[in-house]
């Protein structure tokens, strides 16, 4: 059972997001107040990322592909750079081949470069699941420089969403983050139609914009 003093102190987070998130929606703060976001919600009772992955390794982002996609110099430097797709998270395409810009793609893919490019990073690979995905890329979470997780800043923001599809060891956290950022309003849960969402969104969660 939670003690009191703890209760209150979830209970006085989760009012400042609501406040912050509130705040954004009027334009009042920036939108992309990425890290403070996933620094606060790290201690809505997140699972540590030491607990779901067990390797780790150092590099550095010299390019974002899109939201949930980057390419990095890992260290010591090598010969290839190596592509990667963050865990757990899907942002609006602005690059697929097949498909259009999608609604806020682009402001995405800027939050993602304005907050990692160009920086020193620990990637983050998961214990129980494949280290790479069906084109080949390493699947991590990605831990910026001060302690905040690219993969949960993207979707507190509402620059993403926590991708279903493929489970992983925080889904339910991911999923949680998902629905304070539609009820703050934050990012493109400010303005979305329900066609713009992606299909597999769409057809997974279709009341996903009346909770």
């Given at each position: 059972?939670?003690?009191?003093?703890k209760?209150k102190?979830?209970?006085?987070?989760?009012?400042?997001?609501?406040?912050?998130?509130?705040l954004?929606g009027?334009?009042?703060?920036p939108?992309?107040w990425?890290?403070v976001?996933?620094?606060?919600?790290?201690?809505l009772d997140?699972?540590?990322?030491?607990?779901?992955a067990?390797?780790?390794?150092?590099?550095?982002?010299v390019?974002?592909?899109?939201?949930?996609?980057?390419?990095?110099d890992?260290?010591?430097?090598g010969?290839?750079?190596?592509?990667?797709?963050?865990?757990?998270?899907?942002?609006?395409?602005t690059v697929?081949?097949?498909l259009?810009?999608?609604?806020f793609?682009?402001?995405?893919?800027?939050?993602?470069?304005?907050?990692?490019?160009?920086?020193?990073?620990?990637?983050?690979l998961?214990?129980?699941?494949?280290?790479?995905?069906?084109?080949?890329?390493?699947?991590?979470?990605v831990?910026?420089?001060d302690?905040?997780?690219?993969?949960?800043?993207?979707?507190?923001?509402?620059f993403g969403?926590s991708?279903?599809?493929?489970?992983?060891a925080k889904t339910?956290?991911?999923?949680q983050l998902?629905?304070t950022?539609?009820?703050?309003?934050?990012?493109?849960w400010?303005g979305?139609?329900?066609?713009?969402?992606p299909?597999?969104?769409?057809?997974s969660n279709?009341?996903?914009?009346?909770?």
């Amino acid at each position: 059972m939670e003690s009191g003093g703890k209760m209150k102190h979830k209970s006085l987070i989760g009012l400042i997001l609501a406040i912050i998130g509130v705040l954004a929606g009027f334009g009042i703060i920036p939108a992309v107040w990425g890290p403070v976001a996933s620094v606060v919600s790290q201690n809505l009772d997140m699972i540590p990322i030491e607990k779901i992955a067990d390797r780790t390794m150092q590099a550095t982002i010299v390019r974002v592909i899109d939201g949930d996609t980057v390419e990095v110099d890992l260290i010591p430097p090598g010969d290839e750079l190596e592509m990667l797709r963050l865990i757990g998270v899907d942002t609006p395409e602005t690059v697929h081949p097949a498909l259009p810009i999608q609604f806020f793609g682009p402001e995405a893919t800027r939050f993602v470069k304005n907050i990692c490019l160009g920086q020193v990073v620990t990637l983050h690979l998961q214990k129980d699941g494949p280290d790479r995905g069906r084109y080949e890329r390493l699947l991590v979470y990605v831990e910026l420089p001060d302690g905040t997780i690219l993969n949960e800043a993207i979707i507190s923001n509402g620059f993403g969403y926590s991708y279903t599809k493929y489970k992983h060891a925080k889904t339910a956290e991911y999923n949680q983050l998902q629905k304070t950022a539609i009820a703050g309003k934050r990012g493109l849960w400010a303005g979305v139609k329900f066609d713009d969402l992606p299909v597999w969104l769409r057809k997974s969660n279709p009341d996903i914009l009346k909770q």
